[in-house]
């Protein structure tokens, strides 16, 4: 079983929509949950992490983590044409991160 | 400025050949790794380095090999071995904040064969 799942489908959305983005991940002991974003062509960055269950804010984006069914969720309001990028889940355990295969998010003005 | 540097952008491969990717970083951090990105497979670990002279295998060594012998630079050779190189390399190096490594990544390195 793989340490992060995540649906790699491409998503569109209007400009202003919410974009809900989504991993479930395996070991039950992971505390630490990052999301990162990827322009085409570039390295990715990272946009947030939270540490256990709970919500986290930043402007438009706001991470969630829900321990008990093991289910990440990254949202961002007021979706703009430059948050078109491929959005990557991370975990951090045994020493290393484990990335889902991300999802594509476009945008459209 | 800060940050992570990866050389060259693009890189051609011939049948045989080895190459080598170059990775530098000055943020004086301790841990640097490789990952191999394909289209729908996400990043994969190839190389990381926890302390100069130091370095473990990730989960797609094979064909692959690196050295650590400075804090900067963390190169990664793909050798003739490799039958399947072709993919978007990224560099990273980390920060261990308190009890987790936050990971910055370069701009990555995008390897042909030709």
């Known amino acids: 079983q793989k340490e992060v799942e995540q649906d790699p489908g491409p998503l569109s959305v209007p400009e202003g929509a919410i974009v809900s983005l989504n991993c479930t991940y395996s070991?039950?002991?992971?505390?630490?949950f990052m999301w990162y974003r990827q322009y085409s062509r570039k390295g990715p960055e990272l946009l947030m992490y939270t540490y256990s269950s709970g919500n986290k804010e930043d402007g438009r984006f706001t991470a969630q983590v829900d321990k008990s069914s093991k289910y990440i969720s990254l949202f961002i309001r007021d979706s703009q044409p430059s948050d078109s990028a491929t959005y990557l889940c991370a975990t951090y355990g045994n020493n290393r991160l484990a990335f889902g295969k991300g999802n594509q998010v476009v945008v459209i003005p | 400025d800060g940050g992570i540097t990866q050389s060259p952008k693009y890189l051609f491969r011939k049948e045989g050949q080895n190459v080598t990717l170059s990775c530098e970083q000055n943020l004086n951090h301790d841990a640097m790794y490789w990952y191999r990105q394909d289209p729908g497979q996400g990043l994969r670990l190839i190389y990381y380095s926890q302390i100069v002279n130091d370095f473990q295998k990730g989960d797609i060594a094979e064909g692959y090999s690196v050295s650590r012998e400075k804090k900067e630079s963390f190169p990664l050779t793909v050798t003739s071995a490799q039958k399947n190189p072709t993919a978007f390399y990224l560099c990273a190096s980390s920060i261990n904040l308190g009890l987790v490594e936050t990971q910055y990544f370069g701009p990555g390195t995008r390897l042909l064969v030709l």
């Open positions: 070991n039950s002991a992971f505390q630490y």
